[in-house]
């Protein structure tokens, strides 16, 4: 790999309508899961970001890190990454959604040492649908012209962008690691709901 610097960045943006409360408050081991997901990220980046909403930027949990604060109104994640690219342009992010309770070191350490010098993005590969998994990835500098292309022709989806580009794909060594945590019934049974 080049020189170019890797920042963390987790996607703490979301309104959490299905879980009906705030995912990135939920408890884990007494400390939150924006938390945990941050101590995880500074293990492996020189610097790491949280992804909020403007009304949320003051809330006192997410206050305590350094955050990119979305430019993009109704774009969901997408928001969160391409402002953290406008804000550092020259850096490649690792993008990793608060609401991923089995993403550890493993995870992080093998996305990162297989990584891609020449695609614009690199991903794990869903153990559920085949399909890449934009909210645990790295997003390259030089993706951002290819998302404001396809942004331009409507996608906003993350998936569907890595879906349409030259992404570089990993298998997942343990297939729950990028299991998610959108509902109630997600949560019973989670590290989180066992406080782990």
Request: with cysteine.
């Amino acid at each position: 790999m080049g020189e170019t610097a890797v920042y963390g960045l987790v996607l703490a943006g979301g309104r959490s309508r299905r879980m009906g409360r705030d995912k990135a408050l939920l408890e884990r081991g007494g400390r939150s899961q924006l938390e945990h997901v941050h101590a995880l990220l500074e293990r492996h980046v020189q610097r790491v970001f949280v992804s909020t909403r403007k009304e949320q930027a003051d809330e006192p949990e997410r206050s305590r890190f350094e955050q990119v604060v979305d430019r993009y109104d109704d774009l969901g994640p997408l928001a969160g990454i391409l402002s953290a690219m406008d804000a550092y342009p020259d850096v490649d992010w690792l993008v990793v959604a608060c609401d991923l309770p089995n993403v550890g070191d493993d995870t992080i350490s093998h996305l990162l040492a297989n990584r891609s010098a020449e695609h614009p993005f690199t991903a794990y590969v869903s153990s559920h649908d085949g399909l890449p998994e934009p909210l645990c990835a790295v997003w390259r500098s030089i993706g951002r012209g290819v998302i404001r292309e396809l942004l331009g022709e409507g996608i906003r989806c993350p998936r569907k962008i890595l879906i349409r580009s030259d992404t570089h794909l990993l298998a997942q060594a343990d297939p729950r690691w990028l299991d998610n945590v959108n509902t109630p019934d997600d949560l019973a049974g989670s590290a989180l709901e066992a406080g782990a």
